[in-house]
């Protein structure tokens, strides 16, 4: 049921970039669309009462098996963030020049380039 | 034996090590980008006919990351090389006069360059996320590089359109791994073998596929493609236009179709016919442009159709020709796109109706742009010719004629996009010819002849690679498409 939530997010991300005219709400349809992603990322590795996945001394490597939550999803989300972050600094730095340029936030416009 | 870990840390190292010395040095950014982009040249002909996997820090296959040459990779790393390589030499010159900053050209050209040949050698779908991701974002920067108006525009509407691309591919990349349990490509490939199919598997196979195709501008989601290329500084529309559209889409595509998740009936269709559409709509849209790049970049959108035709009939025959069509479109649209470059650097202008008559004043570029255009247009002993021939013929063998009257149609249409172009630049002249400007102009400077002459000479030479094909640079990379899921999965997993 959550997995459908999160791709419910995903459409209202999409939503967003396809229908909206603002460039900063653009930029922020994308983030929702990256955030609900790496939230399914998240929620692939989640378990109910889970433990960190380190084996401490005297730890049976059943009861571990049976209860750590699975590490590597976690591992990719904090890759996904940072890539994220990247992108984001670009749009925004790209969303400044734009608003110097053109005196509006107005995607329709600028249309400089057509055909 | 080449260690495969330096397609990746010569480029990423040099990259961060040009901005901290060349704040003293103005020579410094030049010679380290030449030299770089020379030394991974090298680097990847000796790659030839070799295959070989690396396991990274030594952890074993579905465990670890593995680095992955085979056939098909190394003729990727070849062009990939290749056309870096001209385009610094042209760089050189070119950045000079019309812009401003040369370190932070070259840092973010050699991360995409870095990020392409990742890319190509991954055999991890998560690290090929990251590394596409990495190509992706320099080349965003590169496209608004110019900082105008237009530029940025492009620069933006490329940045979401990729975005949303990178986003799919992202959420295909978590469902499979939610489904499998694994993110090795070829581990990956293993379970779906094993598992029935169901309706998630065709979800995600979906996703997957209009991520790539985004990244590769097919014709639903090309929208981004003719304006982002235009806007680039010219070594960079040749290099997004030659290489990155098929680094980071097509070879990709067909990494997943042929090796992930095996070919069949339906997967031939929708790519032939996605195929059949872009060359069509792409070339009748480049017909009706006046701007030169712009007409480029769109004429790229018609050759990616034919390539996707070839590799959707899935014939041996015919992923020979699509092949070999990306080999030579590499090359032939990067001269092309350099041409215009250089034609720029003189005139000034991308207008078709404001130039005429460069055979007299230019010619080592009018030579290079006759090449360029023959051989994409499908004159005899150019390459272009045998790919397409190749192309068409594969198509009537694996029953499909109507699709090869459309390859024919297209062709025609391209010839007539090429007569126009040397009609109106080279040996004609154009409405708003400005005489004054024309008697002023010159040839341009070596550096930037060298790559022209280079690229011509192998646009006329590169129909001789078909000559012993099963020896060759496209006998291993057949091999490995044609071996499909299970012979790649025995290779990496090694059972």
Not at chain 2, 205 to 225: E, R, Y
Not at chain 2, 370 to 391: M, V, Y
Request: hydrophobic share 50%; charged share 15%.
């Amino acid at each position: 049921m959550i997995y459908y939530l999160c791709f419910v997010l995903f459409l209202i991300g999409l939503y967003g970039v396809t229908c909206k005219k603002n460039i900063v709400k653009i930029i922020l349809g994308l983030c929702i669309m990256e955030y609900s992603v790496n939230l399914f990322l998240i929620l692939l590795g989640y378990r109910k009462n889970g433990i960190p996945p380190i084996i401490n001394k005297g730890m049976e490597i059943n009861e571990f098996y049976n209860k750590a939550v699975d590490p590597l999803p976690q591992a990719l989300v904090l890759t996904s963030i940072v890539i994220g972050l990247g992108i984001l600094s670009l749009m925004v730095a790209i969303a400044i020049r734009l608003y110097q340029r053109y005196g509006t936030f107005d995607i329709t416009e600028m249309k400089k380039l057509k055909g | 034996m080449v260690n495969l870990p330096l397609f990746i840390i010569i480029p990423l190292g040099v990259a961060f090590f040009i901005p901290m010395v060349s704040r003293k040095f103005k020579w410094v950014p030049d010679i380290l980008g030449n030299l770089t982009t020379f030394i991974l040249l090298l680097l990847s002909l000796m790659t030839l006919n070799r295959e070989y996997v690396y396991h990274i820090g030594g952890w074993r296959a579905p465990f670890g990351i593995v680095l992955v040459l085979d056939g098909l990779s190394c003729l990727l790393l070849i062009i990939i090389n290749l056309i870096s390589f001209m385009a610094t030499l042209f760089s050189i010159e070119y950045i000079e006069k019309r812009f401003t900053s040369k370190l932070r050209y070259y840092s973010l050209f050699l991360l995409m360059v870095g990020g392409m040949n990742g890319t190509v050698l991954s055999g991890d779908l998560f690290n090929l996320f990251v590394f596409m991701e990495i190509a992706s974002i320099a080349s965003y920067a590169l496209v608004g590089f110019g900082c105008g108006s237009s530029e940025l525009e492009a620069s933006f509407k490329y940045l979401v359109m990729g975005n949303v691309g990178s986003l799919f591919i992202l959420y295909a990349i978590a469902l499979i791994y939610g489904k499998t349990g694994s993110l090795n490509i070829a581990d990956v490939a293993r379970i779906l073998k094993e598992i029935p199919y169901d309706n998630l598997i065709g979800f995600v196979f979906v996703l997957i596929l209009t991520g790539f195709m985004i990244k590769a501008a097919l014709v639903p989601f090309h929208s981004w493609l003719p304006d982002a290329h235009p806007s680039a500084p010219a070594p960079i529309s040749a290099m997004l236009s030659g290489v990155v559209i098929k680094a980071i889409g097509v070879y990709v595509i067909i990494r997943i179709v042929y090796n992930l998740f095996g070919f069949n009936q339906i997967i031939s269709n929708l790519i032939v016919y996605m195929g059949v559409i872009s060359m069509i709509i792409g070339v009748t849209l480049a017909l009706l442009q006046w701007d030169l790049k712009r007409l480029l970049a769109y004429s790229s959108i018609s050759q990616i159709g034919y390539v996707f035709i070839g590799i959707g009939l899935g014939s041996p025959f015919g992923i020979l020709g699509g092949l070999f069509h990306l080999f030579n479109h590499s090359l032939f649209k990067s001269l092309l796109f350099l041409d215009s470059g250089s034609i720029e650097y003189q005139t000034g202008t991308r207008d078709l109706n404001k130039m005429g008559l460069l055979y007299k004043k230019m010619p080592i570029t009018s030579f290079s742009t006759l090449c360029g255009a023959l051989s994409i247009s499908g004159i005899p002993p150019f390459n272009g010719f045998w790919s397409k021939l190749i192309i068409i013929l594969a198509a009537i063998k694996s029953g499909r004629p109507i699709v090869g009257l459309w390859i024919v149609i297209g062709s025609i249409l391209g010839l007539s996009l090429f007569t126009k172009v040397l009609r109106y630049s080279i040996y004609g002249k154009g409405e708003k010819f400005e005489k004054e400007k024309w008697e002023n102009l010159k040839e341009v400077p070596e550096t930037m002849c060298i790559p022209l002459i280079i690229l011509s000479i192998l646009c006329i030479f590169t129909g001789l690679l078909l000559i012993g094909m099963e020896n060759g640079i496209f006998g291993p990379v057949i091999d490995v498409l044609n071996g499909g899921v299970l012979k790649y999965i025995n290779k990496i997993i090694g059972v």
